[in-house]
């Protein structure tokens, strides 16, 4: 048991929904208690989309349990298909559901749908909602691009779910084979690597030259700022002369998943969500697959070269003359410099954290002072990247572990998800988002993207916009007993409701306000020490008291104050 009131993630099958409400013909039957479809406003609501997800639920009720359950699924899942007609069928359990173990895939073969169904094993008490997106993905892309479906597929072709022109045929152990093609970009032929793919059609001779094409992998539903990157991503790929075979699961069909050999490689825009498939598809198929994820300036130059380098055609030079970002010009801009040094505390899934924390420190300067995820799944990249920076890594899910190593770095920046958001207001810290979950207005109407050359310059934007101003500061440290300008004020945007003192919330732990043990604070140094601007006061208090403690003073008076700034500054 563990005492909850925040989860960054919701159970397996909010990640499962996300996958069937991106794509379009797929139908998740799940088997869940009666209010579970308060997920659908996940979708409706925070995402704004115009039609309820592609999902029915059994929602038993208590008197149902008495009776069976079994039987109610099998009847739901029956006139769900008979309702929608959808190209291929997901079915699964809520928590709920998996206690009373009634089998949905079972059932679901049993009830012998002329559709494929891809029955989904989703461990909610151990996993979450983004293993879960993962898995079914995963499952889905199995089933229809080459892998084992389920028995109730049916081998009529009356009833293939594909398009016209696609028609995957089983072949040897029930395995079906794709019309998928992979072809050389540079000579003009089979790859060899796809040549070894037991489910790959024969390619055809008489093929003509083409432009290399690659799967985008990744996007789903509720996904943050999803929409925007895919679109900017397609943009890039295109300018650099690749053309772009299927999106999925955003947007895509079962029958494009059946497609999806047919690409060049895959671009991994979101490793959470489309690794595991990715590894799938390499190991059936021989194609690679991207590993740099496009957010900021360098990564993406080194993800066109790694794109070109797959796709076996020349990276494009990248003129300086010719920024493909304002990110750069507008850091190296002099009005930037005061953002040189700034400490910022990074936190979200592992995909946005770390891009995060190479953002802030290579292209606007900053200081990481914390970097953690609750992804578990790739905690070991979080930790390999926190050694660099020299930060400690944070990995959890637990938010108030998260605000009290917050509260303790004292960072002057947050890069978080709705969470931090919260937190850092409670601090009285400035703060962005960059990370799911989060909230409607990070949903933006406006073209937002994270990922590539326009992404950098939304980057740019929004980090810097939470942050006390050049000339702010300036004046913070000149006036500090200005009516306007005294070191209780706060960011301009904030407004005149913000925080009006930079006080702890009650109940948490500053480190600003205690001192290590045997060193106190005279009454002097107290006064001159809020003289400092706010914004440094903690790591000046920090600083006096490390010196202090080293020196083995009892009391910190002005002069040891002023000998410790002397002493760091050096
Ligand atoms: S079954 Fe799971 S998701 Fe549904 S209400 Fe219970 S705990 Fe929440």
Known sequence: MQLTVWTYEGPPHVGAMRIATAMEGVHYVLHAPQGDTYADLLFTMIERRDKRPPVTYTTFEARDLGKDTAELFQSTLIAAYERFLPQAVLVGSSCTAELIQDDPGGLAQAANLPVPVVPLELPSYQRKENWGAAETFYQLVRAMAG??????????????????????????????????????????????????????????????????????????????????????????????????AVVAPLGATPGDLARLGEADFNVVLYPEIAGVAAKWLKRQFGQEFTTVVPIGVGATREFVAEVCRLAGIAAPEFAPEKPQSNLPWFSRSVDSNYLTGKRVFVFGDATH?????????????????????????????????????????????????????????????????????????????????????????????????????????????????????????????MFREDFEFNDE??????????????????????????????????????????????????????????????????????????????????
């Open 147 to 244: 892998g084992q479906v389920s028995q109730s597929q049916n081998s009529d072709a009356a009833h293939s779910p594909l398009p016209a022109g696609i028609s995957p045929t089983r072949g040897e152990n029930g395995l079906f084979e794709t019309p998928g093609t992979p072809f050389s970009p540079l000579a003009g032929e089979m790859s060899p690597e796809a040549t070894e793919g037991g489910a790959l059609a024969q390619a055809s001779q008489s093929q003509t030259r083409r432009r290399p094409r690659c799967n985008i992998l990744g996007p789903t539903a509720l996904g943050f700022r999803h929409r925007d990157d895919v679109a900017e991503i397609r943009k890039l790929l295109g300018e650099i002369g690749v053309d772009v």
């Open 353 to 477: 954290a770390l891009a995060a924390a190479r953002v802030a420190t290579e292209e606007f300067g900053f200081t990481l002072c914390g970097l953690g995820t609750y992804t578990r799944e790739l905690a070991r990249d979080v930790r390999t990247a926190a050694k660099e920076y020299g930060v400690e890594p944070l990995i959890s899910d637990d938010y108030l572990e998260v605000e009290a190593a917050i509260a303790e770095a004292q960072p002057e920046l947050v890069l978080g998800t709705q969470m931090e958001r919260h937190i850092a207001k409670r601090l009285g810290i400035g703060c962005a988002v960059i990370s799911a979950p989060v909230h409607v207005q990070d949903y933006p109407a406006r073209y937002s993207p994270q990922m590539g050359f326009e992404g950098a310059n939304v980057l740019w934007d929004s980090w810097v916009h939470p942050l006390v101003m050049g000339l702010e500061e300036h004046l913070l440290g």
């Open 489 to 570: 004020a706060v960011p301009s945007h904030l407004g005149s409701g913000a925080r009006t003192a930079p006080e702890p919330a009650e109940g948490i732990q500053v480190a600003d306000c205690e001192a290590p043990a045997g060193v106190g604070w005279g009454v002097d140094a107290e006064a001159e020490l809020r003289k400092i601007p706010f914004f440094v006061r903690g790591k000046a208090r920090r600083n006096t008291e490390k010196y202090a403690a080293e020196r083995g003073l009892a009391e910190i008076t002005v002069e040891t104050l002023y000998d410790a700034k002397a002493h760091f500054s050096r």
